[in-house]
């Protein structure tokens, strides 16, 4: 069974720090860029970052920017999220997702309905 699957979601306190990792199962991540999603309890899903499948370009929301870091890891088919100076409002269910094939060269989107495989997520809680 193909999946996604995140880990190291929990509780922190505002202007903490924690590290999202995204393993997949009968999934290549080589040759697609990758992609972190969350939702916030009644809200859409809104995207976080994205990494090209060479981790030459990365691209961040305007709100995570300077604060969380993306990076990837073809060899062992992982992605990570380095989450820094947490904010309440950054509390939401992570998401990562692996985007649909691409031609070379194609700009990295945070555009939800490009990616074609999904985690369950991993639950990131800031507490004032």
């Known amino acids: 069974q193909v999946q996604l699957v995140e880990s190291g979601g929990g509780l922190v306190q505002a202007g903490g720090s924690l590290r999202l990792s995204c393993a997949a199962s009968r999934l290549s991540f080589t040759n697609y860029d990758m992609g972190w999603f969350r939702q916030a309890p009644g809200k859409e899903r809104e995207f976080v970052a994205a990494?090209?499948?060479?981790?030459?370009?990365?691209m961040y929301a305007d709100s995570v920017k300077g604060r969380f870091t993306i990076s990837g890891d073809n060899a062992k088919n992982t992605v990570d999220l380095q989450m820094n100076r947490l904010k309440p409002e950054d509390t939401a269910v992570y998401y990562c997702?692996?985007?649909?094939?691409?031609?070379?060269?194609?700009?990295?989107?945070?555009?939800?309905?490009?990616?074609?495989?999904w985690g369950q997520g991993t639950q990131v809680t800031v507490s004032s």
């Open positions: 990494i090209s499948w060479s981790g030459g370009s990365t």
């Open positions: 997702a692996r985007r649909r094939a691409r031609p070379v060269l194609t700009p990295l989107t945070g555009a939800p309905n490009e990616y074609d495989y």
